[in-house]
């Protein structure tokens, strides 16, 4: 079956570490990634999406995720966390069939 | 760990008929969840937010009339698109926060989300 495996559940850094959160995906055939971060008391948004061409995607806030097919991986990275990134982050693939399967999420705890 | 069942997963209605999609916290209390539609290749898409107890805050552009949400109980929230079209044919997912609605080290769980398909 399709799966998304998020294998950090909670990340606690202090400010200005840098961060790499883990996602690896069960998917052979075309695929379209995302990564969703929630804050506090809000929605889910959208940090980024990779859909083709560069496997190295740039979001927003300072986040970019690389896509390595060869890993099934789609790695969520920042290189210096402030303390508002406190959130909780869902990596996410879409299937061919357009069905969209969300990992577990990594909460991410700040210390200022 | 805590599940978000949503039933059903799949459901094909007539044009001009209602379909009524549940979302359950099946081991948490949920003050809060999410209902999202998702396009066709695309994200998310933020439809409202229902808390238990009032009305639901819709988001810009969604059709509160066609889109109705009830959230009655800390388990239970249900998203009821009236008077389907093919249009509204879309995958919609919810989302459960448990604990109380101001943060406090709570998190939030997914359902596997509902294909809706009008003909």
């Known amino acids: 079956a399709q799966s998304v495996s998020q294998h950090n559940h909670h990340v606690i850094l202090s400010e200005a570490a840098s961060l790499e959160l883990g996602c690896n995906y069960s998917?052979?055939?075309?695929?379209?990634l995302f990564w969703y971060v929630q804050y506090p008391g809000q929605h889910l948004q959208l940090l980024l999406k990779?859909?083709?061409?560069?496997?190295l995607v740039k979001g927003i806030k300072g986040f970019e995720a690389e896509f390595i097919k060869s890993k099934f991986s789609f790695n969520l990275r920042k290189p210096s966390v402030q303390w508002s990134d406190t959130a909780e982050y869902f990596c996410?693939?879409?299937?061919?069939?357009?069905?969209?399967?969300f990992g577990s999420g990594t909460r991410l705890s700040i210390r200022p | 760990g805590a599940v978000v069942s949503q039933h059903p997963s799949w459901v094909i209605c007539k044009s001009g008929t209602s379909v009524k999609i549940e979302c359950r916290s099946l081991?948490?209390?949920?003050?809060?969840m999410f209902w999202y539609r998702q396009f066709p290749k695309q994200s998310l898409m933020l439809m409202a937010t229902?808390?238990?107890?009032?009305?639901?805050?819709?988001e810009q552009g969604v059709e509160k009339d066609k889109f109705l949400i009830n959230h009655a109980s800390l388990t239970l929230s249900t998203l009821t698109v009236t008077s389907a079209h093919p249009e509204d044919s879309s995958f919609y997912i919810c989302?459960?926060?448990?604990?109380?609605?101001?943060?406090?080290?709570?998190?939030?769980?997914f359902g596997e989300g509902s294909w809706l398909t009008v003909v």
């Open positions: 229902s808390n238990e107890g009032s009305k639901a805050t819709y």
């Open positions: 990779y859909f083709s061409g560069d496997p």
């Open positions: 996410a693939v879409i299937s061919s069939a357009s069905k969209i399967i």
């Open positions: 081991d948490f209390q949920a003050t809060t």
């Open positions: 998917y052979g055939g075309t695929v379209n």
């Open positions: 989302s459960a926060r448990e604990g109380q609605r101001t943060y406090s080290g709570n998190t939030i769980y």
